[in-house]
């Protein structure tokens, strides 16, 4: 009796170990189906990207196609909000399964995340103080100071051409230090820096140079088991693509369809 209780034993913790070893096998794109919701890191205060609206509601161009892309996995979409400095800290650590917030594509970050295809490309900006006649270029901007986001690619940018940066948290942050002159410029994304001047005409800020952006992508922890992931999302916003989709949202929030190279 005892052989057959330690046999049935051994059964069971055998079963066990084999459901656990199953469900570690598991990818991310299975765990979340299981889930039933897809969990997304936006900022939630970078219009027309991520925002909320006059009712308070938590809306924008990321928003709509990170519904989009949890609608075509079969689930909920699952908004996270966070500063920007924690996002992809976050996606990085397993906390949030992709990041919605206009996250440019970059040879480096590329050695820390899996993207997905590029679904819309941005111009980049320099914007400083009305009558300010001393910066017209990225050079001008050696030993002065500009204000972004930590760990941005405009933040990255400034300091590449010599500029101190002062970290903040919210484009209005940066267009305010701008239009009052505690900072003398900010490189941003030409789509936000329009959609802020639509909403306050009466800033005191001027762009004086426009070039072209790095492509935006959605990144995802890199490891073997978000491969299938990557792809479905890639599927998702090539069909987006196809039947014109990604273009109505681009010319939606901003005002142009920004989904193909500039």
């Known amino acids: 009796m005892k052989k057959v209780f330690s046999l049935l034993t051994a059964l069971m913790l055998l079963c066990s170990f084999s459901f656990a070893c199953a469900e570690g096998e598991k990818d991310l794109l299975a765990r979340i189906r299981e889930r039933g919701t897809l969990i997304i890191a936006t900022e939630g205060n970078w219009s027309p990207w991520t925002y909320h609206d006059e009712n308070d509601v938590l ?37 949030f399964d992709i990041a919605c917030n206009g996250v440019d594509y970059t040879e480096e970050r590329a050695e820390k995340y899996s993207f997905s295809d590029p679904y819309v490309y941005t111009e980049i900006v320099l914007a400083v103080k009305a009558g300010n006649e001393a910066i017209k270029t990225f050079e001008d901007l050696k030993g002065r100071t500009t204000s972004n986001s ?6 990255l940018r400034a300091e590449q051409y010599g500029a101190s940066v002062v970290y903040v948290d919210t484009l209005g942050e940066t267009m305010s230090m701008v239009a009052q002159g505690r900072v003398d410029a900010t490189i941003n994304a030409k789509g936000s820096v329009d959609d802020y001047m639509s909403e306050h005409p009466e800033a005191p800020i001027q762009v004086v140079l426009t070039v072209p952006g790095d492509p935006v992508c959605y990144p995802v922890r890199k ?40």
């Open 223 to 262: 490891a073997d088991d978000t491969a299938s992931l990557v792809e479905a999302i890639n599927e998702i916003l090539r069909q987006a693509r196809e039947d014109g989709t990604l273009a109505a949202l681009s010319i939606k929030y901003f005002g142009a369809d920004l989904t193909n190279p500039q």
């Open 150 to 155: 930590p760990n941005s690619t405009y933040a």
């Open 59 to 95: 809306t924008g161009f990321d928003i709509e196609i990170g519904a989009l892309i949890a609608k075509g996995l079969g689930v909920e979409p699952q908004y996270m909000e966070t500063d920007w400095a924690s996002i992809l800290a976050g996606v990085d650590t397993g906390r």
